[in-house]
DNA sequence: TGCGTTGTTTCACC
DNA sequence: CGGTGAAACAACGC
């Protein structure tokens, strides 16, 4: 499920491994990718270099060349896979299909080829993601309408004054404010759980009762987890099961597993409509006290 | 085989 | 108008 992090290890791989290429040919096997798109192909990028890569949130932006620009969301289960010509690959996004396993298959639905054999495979298991290719010069009006709130990491990073004053006015489970990219930007389902269990919230806590010391727990733990994620290249949650690494993820995919803090069960609940892992001891409804 | 899955939007309602 | 909660929706794998 790719959130901030994952969408970032990608940009960081558009980045790395396909920058300055022209590219040769361009494949669409699911026209419905570009439902949204204010061009309806993928043609135009032939005979253009990726120039770079950025990111909103969990919106990838990738610049070519000759002012045109690949906005993308990843949603439940995007995933780029990007191949050298008899060498590396190196794959960021949801883990399903296998990143080790055979390409293109039954899901990759965008293959690009570059002039130096390097090949990127765009594949969803869901198709839920989508490709919107457009100018350069409206990308920014484009993100502008998703009205996102600061970024959950970085220099320009929310803060903890901006969640507070977010929090005041609302008695939603205080999981479901930090899900809302209006409010902070990148956190999803895997990240909240992680945030809320590090700071020791409970996830069904109204928004306005969490008191403004845990706010600022809350907020140092959106940071630590959102870099946790960047710094292993993605979490490993496949088919709702974790695969942690170095105790990251501590909750999510976990059920039933020991809490890394203290040992008892993790527990699933729904919060909202979402599966929610936390730890019931260490996560306590008033958790003001201790 | 019907249910679970998540990010996002929509809708009814207060 | 804004907040809330629930439902809808995308489509597939298990």
């Not at 005979?47 to 990738?62: S, T, Y």
């Not at 009762?209 to 496949?238: C, H, P, T, W, Y």
Request: hydrophobic content about 35%; some cysteine; glycine content about 8%.
């Amino acid at each position: 499920m790719p959130e901030l992090p994952e969408v970032e290890t990608a940009r960081r791989l558009v980045v790395s491994e396909l920058t300055g290429v022209p590219v040769t040919s361009v494949e669409v096997g699911l026209p419905k990718l570009l439902r949204y798109s204010e061009i309806p192909t993928l043609d135009p990028l032939v005979g253009h270099a990726v120039v770079g890569a950025r990111r909103r949130g969990k919106i990838l932006v990738i610049d070519f060349s000759s002012d045109l620009s690949l906005v993308v969301h990843f949603k439940l289960a995007g995933q780029i896979s990007i191949h050298h010509q008899r060498r590396d690959r190196h794959t960021a996004g949801h883990p399903v299909p296998n990143p080790l396993g055979p390409y293109p298959h039954k899901a990759t639905h965008v293959t690009v080829t570059f002039a130096n054999g390097t090949i990127a495979y765009f594949s969803d298991v869901r198709q839920f993601g989508w490709f919107r290719l457009m100018p350069t010069e409206s990308v920014a009006e484009v993100i502008e309408t998703m009205k996102l709130g600061p970024e959950g990491i970085g220099p320009d990073r929310v803060s903890t004054e901006h969640l507070r004053s977010a929090f005041t006015r609302k008695s939603i489970p205080v999981k479901l404010a930090i899900l809302d990219q209006q409010i902070v930007a990148g956190v999803g389902n895997i990240y909240a759980d992680e945030a809320l269990h590090r700071a020791r919230i409970h996830p069904a806590t109204p928004a306005n009762m969490v008191s403004a010391r845990k706010i600022r727990e809350l907020n140092d733990a959106i940071e630590f987890a959102l870099d946790a994620g960047i710094e292993q290249g993605g979490a490993r949650i496949i088919h709702q099961k974790a695969y942690p690494e170095n105790g990251f993820p501590a909750v999510h995919g976990r059920e039933g597993e020991p809490c890394p803090r203290c040992g008892g069960p993790v527990r699933k609940t729904k919060v909202g409509a979402r599966g929610t892992y936390f730890c019931p001891r260490c996560q306590r409804k008033r958790s003001a006290g201790k």
